[in-house]
Structure formats: C-alpha cells, structure tokens
C-alpha cells in the first residue's frame, strides 16, 4: 500500500465576520449527537480532534484552546489506555507539533487558518447550507454544517512558517516553528551596558 502526503495551505488572511459567534452548549450537543447519524459520531465522537469532550470534561471546541500548556499524556491518558484516541501533541526545541487522525473527512473537508497570529483553527464543512441567510456556515449553528477545533498558538510560536500535511486522506499533522528571537527574558537578550 502506498502511502500519500500532501502539504496543505494554511490560510492567514480570513476576515470571515462572527465566525464562531455561536457556542456549542452541552445540552445542545448532546442533543445533536442523539440524533444518531454515524458521521456526526465519527467526527464528534470520544477521541476525535474535534470532540467538545476531549480533554476530559466538555469544551466547546470553537473556543480556542491553550493545547500546548498541556501534556497530551495527562490529558487524554484515559482515552489512551482505552484505545479511542489518535490525537497527539509535543514540542521540541524546533517546533510544536499536533497529530490527529481525521475521521475519514479527506483532503477536501479539512481547512487550516491562523487567526491574528494567536489561534490555529482546524475546520471543514460536512454539508451544505440550504437557503442560506448568513453568507458562511461557521456564523450560524456551525456543528450542524461541519466540525472546528481552534487552539491557541503559544507565544514563541512562528505563525507565519505554520505547515500542515495530511497523509493518506486521515493522517493531519500541524507544525509549528518556534521563533528563536523569542525568549521569556528580554533582559537576557539585551548585552550588560557596563558593569
């Protein structure tokens, strides 16, 4: 079986008006789950990128999350000792690093953008929007039209050198540069004047 990897844009320049507006509550999204559609399980299920209860307890997934203050080991140790889960994060001195399986969504589905230099979005569109009022599905009752993981990008991180791959259709990987300049002691950086 060969395999494929293909570099995806990462798009900086999304001026989309109240996109995310909308919260996904708990009550609402378990509601939407109980309809029981396998896609909607799939791509919101235990374990996906894109589950509001991922980390543990429910967390509406358009809300950026500070992925990285975290251990991927603590967060989701229960879900890895269970097997439902292929998300992973890490850093290294290079660069911070998310992999997640997607939910058999493809290359078409899956959009990568960085808002304002601060937040990485993960989205895609599932279905259509009948008639449609507002002109973007991610304005009104997203979860309804697609799926969205938003995270914080830590301070040192290179936002404009962001990557995103996907191998094989399901295999997202997100890389993010950290910036050498960056350091979290600016007097550091500056040379003794005289002593």
């Not at 991927?72 to 998300?87: E, Y």
């Not at 990557?163 to 997100?174: K, P, R, T």
């Not at 910036?179 to 600016?186: A, Q, V």
């Amino acid at each position: 079986m060969s395999s494929s990897c293909i570099k995806l844009d990462v798009h900086t320049d999304d001026q989309t008006p109240q996109k995310w507006c909308i919260s996904l509550a708990e009550d609402v999204f378990k509601r939407f789950l109980s309809q029981g559609n396998p896609t909607l399980h799939k791509v919101f299920g235990e374990g996906s990128l894109f589950s509001p209860l991922l980390f543990g307890k429910y967390f509406d997934p358009s809300d950026a999350f500070p992925l990285w203050d975290f251990e991927s080991d603590s967060l989701l140790s229960n879900l890895r000792n269970s097997g439902k889960s292929t998300v992973d994060w890490f850093q290294t001195d290079q660069a911070y690093v998310l992999k997640a399986e997607l939910p058999g969504l493809g290359k078409t589905n899956v959009q990568i953008h960085v808002e304002k230099g601060k937040i990485v979005e993960i989205s895609g569109q599932l279905k259509q929007q009948r008639e449609s009022k507002t002109k973007d599905w991610r304005s009104c009752n997203w979860w309804e039209y697609g799926y969205v993981r938003r995270l914080e990008l830590p301070e040192d991180a290179d936002w404009k050198r962001i990557e995103a791959y996907l191998s094989n259709d399901v295999l997202l990987e997100i890389r993010i540069p950290r910036n050498p300049l960056h350091t979290d002691f600016p007097e550091a950086a500056v040379g003794k004047i005289s002593e």
